[in-house]
């Protein structure tokens, strides 16, 4: 069943906004700059690809295309398996991925490829992302 453009919401059921406004983002961003750098990278990925922490957490060093910047990123939300979009990031934002994660290296090999970035379960990626909120 599809569900209706009606059906989607900048509120949840408690009247809080889902998203941030571009100041927060913009303060979010800033913020990160005294985080630590996988800390960091995670809360930029998600600023930049739009991904649900979830979504973010799945990705392996494989889903980035380093020449042409953009992460596949698998979608969660939908109920078909196999649904894949590509983001595109900035290039700063490959160019740190690439260079923490040593991505070129790691993508040569396919088994490190397949490694996920962040090994952290879902409720410790959103203390850390609360953290640097």
Not at 10 to 39: C, D, Q
Not at 81 to 92: A, F
Not at 95 to 118: G, K, S, T
Request: charged residues 25%; positive net charge.
């Amino acid at each position: 069943m599809r569900e209706s453009f009606q059906s989607f919401s900048l509120f949840n059921h408690s009247g809080n906004r889902k998203y941030l406004n571009a100041a927060e983002r913009r303060h979010f961003v800033e913020a990160t700059r005294y985080a630590p750098p996988k800390i960091r990278l995670f809360c930029l990925t998600l600023r930049w690809s739009g991904a649900r922490i979830s979504e973010a957490l799945a990705l392996t060093l494989a889903a980035i295309d380093i020449e042409s910047g953009v992460v596949s990123i698998r979608t969660l939300k939908r109920r078909k398996r196999g649904i894949v979009r590509q983001v595109p990031l900035p290039s700063d934002l490959i160019i740190e991925l690439d260079r923490v994660f040593e991505l070129r290296i790691a993508q040569r090999d396919p088994h490190p490829a397949m490694l996920r970035f962040w090994q952290w379960s879902r409720t410790t990626a959103w203390r850390h992302v609360k953290s640097v909120m």
